[in-house]
Antibody, heavy 122, light 109 residues
């Protein structure tokens, strides 16, 4: 069974850092682009970043460029999001998500983790 | 950047009624549009992709239509478990960046 499990969320002060992890199982992790999506409390979904299978292509939403770094370790079937210089507006549940196919044209996500909550507050 | 606008923001209906949710794109996305359902405390669930294809395990009462800039998600006869928030989503060709609509909350009347 395909499974994604996020971890690493918590309470952090503004300006602080946090590293999220997403453990994948039940599929060939190295064959898929992977994505982080977040959802602020009571708000909608926002794409954060995605990374190609081999890490050679990475894209970010403008609001996190220069502060967040997405990475992956295919040997460990894991996806990461290093978040630095955190702001109150980064407070959200962070989901990792897998597209429904391995090609770069597959734009929709059929597998999501349960999410991990990041709270940025003093 | 393509913007997706969903309407209405909230839809109040009763079980058994038909629900029609709209998603409008600021420019053509061809048929590359997906719909998701999200219940409180849960991750989104894929319902529809490529505008009209149901994802695996999705009941036939869910259907999608449209192309270009105007899309519709229809739930033919609402079941109690269908009351949730629904999002549409697309991805730009290059760079591959994703956008979601702001959501439509389907609530029990």
């Amino acid at each position: 069974e395909v499974h994604l499990v996020e971890s690493g969320g918590g309470l952090v002060q503004p300006g602080g850092s946090l590293r999220l992890s997403c453990a994948a199982s039940g599929f060939t992790f190295s064959s898929y682009w992977m994505t982080w999506v977040r959802q602020a409390p009571g708000k909608g979904l926002e794409w954060v970043a995605n990374i190609k299978q081999d890490g050679s292509e990475i894209y970010y939403v403008d609001s996190v460029k220069g502060r967040f770094t997405i990475s992956r370790d295919n040997a460990r079937n894991s996806l990461y999001l290093q978040m630095n210089s955190l702001r109150a507006e980064d407070t959200a549940v962070y989901y990792c998500a897998r597209p429904a196919g391995v090609g770069h044209l597959v734009y929709f996500f059929d597998c999501w983790g349960q999410g991990t909550l990041v709270t940025v507050s003093s | 950047e393509i913007v997706l606008t969903q309407s209405p923001a909230t839809l109040s209906l009763s079980p058994g009624q038909r629900a029609t949710l709209s998603c409008r794109a600021s420019q053509s996305v061809s048929s590359y549009l997906a719909w998701y359902q999200q219940k409180p405390g849960q991750a989104p669930r894929l319902l529809i992709y490529d505008a009209s294809n149901r994802a695996a395990g999705i009941p036939a009462r869910f259907s999608g239509s449209g192309s270009g800039t105007d899309f519709t998600l229809t739930i033919s006869s609402l079941e109690p478990e269908d009351f949730a928030v629904y999002y549409c989503q697309q991805r730009s060709n290059w760079p591959p960046m994703y956008t979601f609509g702001q959501g439509t909350k389907l609530e029990i009347k």
